[in-house]
């Protein structure tokens, strides 16, 4: 009787145990559950509640069948009205729009969708600029919910042109409570966008998905004269075979210079300072989309050089283990792997990616200002992007784990934000050492353009 009693007993402990593991910890708990007790997952203890930024708001949509949503083509948007609740009452909002799916792999792969959200008037989002485009990222194989957001946040601390803003909503659609969603801004041309004149100036993707390849029959893209790159061109809208061949003339002068690494000559046609700070933050969180490419985005302006930007699309990152691609949502497993790899000039090291993005490291002048833009960035990922992030997870800790519970995945979100730490911790010391070690490198910062 007593060896039953004791069983049951263990039996319910294992139970509460399982149960208690598959929920999110507060950050005290994900910190001392981290094998590295060094770590502090934990931000300010006033950070989840002092600002209205960090917080969660409540949305909800109306379609106008109340079927959900079942397509991400233009074709099919559907009418719908919107509502924001927040703590903030200025932000709170009620209007009417329209809504469809949008992404790739993410529209396909997975159960949790995201949404291209367009009001039918330009307003306000939970303090971000007025606009009629929106987007809603449902980060379903992100296990922390916060890659897109590091990134972001690092974007506008390295002053980035046009960077992403993050605000977190919880979605109830058509009466279904949908989950967590990350609301951003829609990367286009406007006024509070990507600020240039939007019929001279030129918005371009390097992108796989929606470049001549994949997407044959687009009419806005090409491929690039020198390198081959696949470009589609987000704007101007409905572009013509005249303006397109002219951007791609004007893309190619800017590939002639850097296939031959003339600094002088490249500065002439691209914010150089820009390009180095775009492709550390991509190599820093080991974003593997830069291989194919997709998700990298290039704008000029009238009279303007060509800018990188912005940074999008981040859940390929962080050493995401894409053998699982269709189900898991395992990362952090090295910090020792490369994009662009230990000699980017040669392609030892890391993955063969497009010469565009490498071939500026046969210079020892280009060199030599990266790792001066490395030393600043270096000593701000854990000291101020890394708290930001921590306050917008603290901020969501509640909704985190009423998403989990109803999109149910095989990680504890409390566990992977500590993992994301100690990765990225272990990453910048590692990265570090590599950048130090490339050819060129110890001429060290002098004479860096900032």
């Known amino acids: 009787m007593k060896k039953t009693l ?26 001392e559950s981290s094998p590295d007790t060094s770590m502090q997952t934990k931000a300010d203890s006033t950070s989840a509640t002092d600002d209205y930024q960090y917080q969660v708001a409540q949305m909800t949509i109306e379609t106008e069948y109340g079927h959900g ?76 919910d916060m890659m897109n957001t590091l990134v972001f946040i690092m974007g506008q601390g390295q002053e980035l042109p046009y960077t992403n803003h993050t605000r977190y909503v919880e979605v109830t659609l058509d009466g279904d409570y949908v989950g967590l969603y990350q609301l951003t801004e829609q990367i286009e041309t406007g006024k509070s966008r990507v600020d240039i004149d939007e019929n001279e100036g030129c918005l371009i ?24 790159l696949p470009i589609c061109v987000k704007s101007p809208d409905d572009v013509t075979t005249e303006r397109k061949n002219a ?51 290039m704008h000029k ?20 283990d894409w053998s699982t691609m269709y189900t898991g949502h395992n990362f952090f497993s090295s910090y020792r792997e ?7 000039a040669r392609h030892i090291g890391g993955y063969y990616v497009n010469s565009f993005f490498t071939d500026l490291w046969h210079s020892p002048q280009f060199v030599a200002r990266l790792v001066g833009h490395w030393r600043v960035l270096r000593e701000r990922v854990m000291a101020d992007y890394w708290p930001e992030t921590l306050r917008y997870y603290n901020g969501a800790f509640d909704a985190l784990k009423r998403d989990y519970e109803r999109w149910p995945i095989d990680k504890r ?23 130090n070690a490339y050819p060129g490198a110890a001429t060290g910062i002098k004479g860096v353009k900032m």
């Open 6 to 31: 004791l069983c049951s007993l263990l039996l319910l402990i294992f139970a509460c145990t399982v149960e208690d593991e598959q929920k999110p910890l507060p950050p005290e708990a994900a910190a």
């Open 69 to 144: 949503v079942w397509s991400k083509e233009k074709e099919d948007y559907q009418n719908c009205t919107v509502s924001l609740t927040s703590n903030n009452p200025d932000w709170c909002y009620e209007g009417t729009g329209r809504i469809r799916g949008r992404g790739n792999s993410t529209w396909y792969w997975y159960e949790k969708k995201p949404y291209r959200l367009k009001l039918d008037k330009k307003h306000e989002m939970l303090g971000l600029a007025a606009n009629k485009d929106w987007v809603l990222l449902a980060n379903y194989r992100d296990p922390t």
């Open 205 to 228: 993707a390097l992108d796989k998905d929606d470049g001549p390849e994949l997407s044959p029959g687009a009419g806005d893209n090409f491929w690039s004269t020198v390198y081959r």
């Open 247 to 297: 951007i791609r003339a004007d893309l190619a002068k800017l590939e002639r210079a850097i296939q031959t690494a003339d600094l002088t000559a490249v500065e002439e046609l691209m914010d150089v300072d820009v390009f180095i700070e775009y492709m550390l933050i991509q190599e820093l969180v080991y974003n593997v989309e830069v291989d194919a490419p997709r998700s990298v985005y």
């Open 301 to 320: 302006d009238v009279g303007g050089r060509w800018v990188m930007g912005p940074l999008w699309d981040f859940d390929a990152g962080y050493d995401f």
């Open 338 to 344: 490369l994009v662009l790899g230990t000699d980017p």
């Open 413 to 435: 979100y409390a566990l992977e934000i500590s993992r994301m730490e100690r990765w990225l911790r272990h990453r910048v010391d590692y990265f570090d050492q590599v950048i």
